[in-house]
Structure formats: C-alpha cells, structure tokens
C-alpha cells in the first residue's frame, strides 16, 4: 500500500506561482505512475491536471494548465512535485495526488486509475 500527503497549497494572487508537493511512503516500489487531479470542493468531480511515470521522463497534462505547470518527481526522496505558474482564478481547487499501480498501460488521465489518494491541498487564486 502506498501513503500519500500533499503541501503547498495557499492563498495566491492570479498570475503568481505555487508549488504543490506530494510525498509517498510505503510501498512506493508500486508505483509506475502518479497524477494531480483537483476538484473544486468535495462532493465536485475530479479532473485531471498532470501524470508522470515514476521512472521515465514522460508527462501529460489537460489543456488547461498546459504550458503553465509542470510537474516534476524526485524519485530519491519519493516526491512529485507541481509548479503551478500564471495561475487563474479558475485554477482555484483542491489538489489530490494519486498513484496508479496497474502495470502495461500508457500514462493515463482517468480517475480511476489511480488511488491511495492523500487529503488534498487547497490552492486559491484570487483575481
């Protein structure tokens, strides 16, 4: 099983920077892929922000943030990471990482795909 916690959540002006950091423990040698969605409170469906592979250098990212964050992972200290700049009012969520487990698959953007889920971040951006 693997454990999950996000940080760097907070209150930033629209056009200012944030970034997020999540931090796996456990049974991280599971892990093939992680992913930032964000809802807009709980109860609101989770869309799909960003997705690494753990071990390769390939991403993805919805046309929405593409261009502005990036995410990034530090295998070393098991952390992924997303910088979140130009940020907009509408990018004003929370942010969840997760972790997809299931070998033979391209990097996926589905929800359900990943889990092990942490608590989530609150990022605000006010205009």
């Known amino acids: 099983q693997v454990q999950l916690v996000e940080s760097g959540g907070g209150l930033v002006q629209a056009g200012g920077s944030l970034r997020l950091t999540c931090t796996a423990s456990?049974?991280?040698?599971?892990?093939?892929?992680m992913a930032w969605f964000r809802r807009e409170a709980p109860g609101k469906e989770y869309n799909f922000v960003a997705?690494?592979?753990?071990?390769?250098?390939?991403?993805s990212y919805s046309d929405s943030v593409k261009g502005r964050f990036t995410i990034s992972r530090d295998i070393a200290r098991n952390r992924v990471y997303l910088q979140m700049n130009s940020l907009k009012p509408e990018d004003t969520s929370i942010y969840y990482c997760?972790?997809?487990?299931?070998?033979?698959?391209?990097?996926?953007?589905?929800?359900?795909?990943?889990?092990?889920w942490g608590q989530g971040t609150q990022v605000t951006v006010s205009s």
């Open positions: 997760g972790v997809d487990r299931t070998p033979g698959y391209s990097l996926r953007d589905g929800f359900f795909a990943y889990d092990s």
């Open positions: 997705a690494t592979w753990w071990t390769g250098d390939i991403t």
């Open positions: 456990g049974r991280t040698d599971s892990i093939y892929a």
